[in-house]
């Protein structure tokens, strides 16, 4: 097992070295792993060719800043297609980014709890905590009033434990028939009542908030506008999408099982579930190898399941999507430049964007997307071997314990 991935995906490389060997042994010993770091040399080198720097010279650091300088001119190409200028307002670009997203995203759909049913719980559930900060009295205004997907995700922060664990003891009665498709279109919250919002615990610095259960994303306003701020949204926006997706392909899945509602709920609080059988295989990696994989999913399709459900972009082939210029990220999502001296940086445009706007030294480099891409897509080759794929994709979809 190489020692590159083990060092990069931050796990001992003797556990790591065991996983992929027994993985190898079960899938004929295809050298998945060795592939795919010949993959990421591929990727590195032809990226570094882009930004002019010498693959067999260039130190991880040279390379940091170099894609740094690579994200803000993709900023400005961004900010020309979406008509943002340094004149704009926080909330006039961000009205711009939503624009765009929402009209990119208009066929596309998630599964998700109705509308009237997260009203149904709101109303036999007040969230008084919620309705105090908003001035709000009567529940029956309030829900006329307001996008009930808005209010049900600030009420999971506002409320107590005790309310929410409340809210979840009702929601283990739902059903399927509770549940509906519905478009994708980014909630934004107006400025006066990011206002009261910040006099309470909610966190408001975080800007994007996607809402799995409702399969909404709640949009606050920046306090100003930041260095690169119209790449960071979008791509924030975009990745928001695509954890809908992922959320309510998983949801769609398991619908037909007895324990749906308390699978569901545990997805919530613990993430997206591992495989019990198959050691470090999860539904992340298995959604990943169902994207673009048009003759595998159809092994999956039921009636309560089709292909429109694992139907998404990463945020690098979308950003190619505004612009052809931006094509330079795309399919990096899970490169790393590892240089001579076995220093690495992450080559995901996510990374890249978080160190800049936060001026985050090398030292102290965040490379979260990256790694998380790299171990998926390491997982997701082995899955091309049938017996394994079918296992997983048994525990996954059809009913055996996760």
Known sequence: MSRIIADILQIKQPDLHHFIQNLELKTGKPGHDV?????????????????????????AKEVYFGLQEQARIDNKIICEQLGVTENDSADVMLRKCIKWISSYYKDSEVWAIKNSVIKTLLKKQPPKTLMKILGLRSVDSMLK??????????????????????????????????????????IKVDNE??????????????????????????VLTPSHRFSLDVIAVMLSLIES????????????SISIRPDFTQKMLEALKKGPPRSSRHN???????????????????????PHITSDDFDSMSSTTVLGQIDSQLSFWDGNDYVFYVDQYGNHVSMHVVDV??????????????????????????????????????????????????
């Not at 994007?208 to 259960?213: A, K, L, R, W």
């Not at 998380?372 to 296992?391: D, G, I, K, N, V």
């Open 35 to 59: 592939r795919l770091i010949g993959d990421i040399k591929k990727r590195s080198n032809s990226a570094l060719r882009n930004l002019k720097l010498e693959y067999t010279q260039a130190t």
């Open 145 to 186: 009033r307001n996008s009930a997907y808005e209010l049900y995700s600030y009420a999971l922060c506002l409320e107590s434990n005790e309310w929410c664990n409340k809210l979840h003891e009702r929601m283990k009665k739902l059903t399927p028939s509770d549940f509906d498709t519905h478009s994708i279109d980014p």
């Open 353 to 402: 964007v978080t160190n800049a706007t936060n001026r985050i030294s090398y030292k102290d480099a965040r490379d979260d997307y990256g790694r998380t891409r790299l171990r998926e897509e390491l997982y997701a080759r082995y899955y091309q071997h049938q017996p394994s794929f079918e296992e997983i994709m048994d525990e996954f979809l059809y009913g055996s314990e996760v």
């Open 241 to 252: 999408v695509n954890e809908l997706k992922k959320h309510s392909a998983y949801f769609r």
């Open 280 to 302: 470090h295989a999860s539904w992340n990696s298995f959604y990943r190898y169902l994207v673009g994989n048009e003759m595998v999913r159809m092994k999956v399709e039921q």
């Open 193 to 218: 009542r990011i206002n009261k919002l910040k006099k309470s615990i909610f966190p408001v610095t975080q800007l994007i908030t996607p809402n799995y259960e409702t399969g909404s994303i709640i």
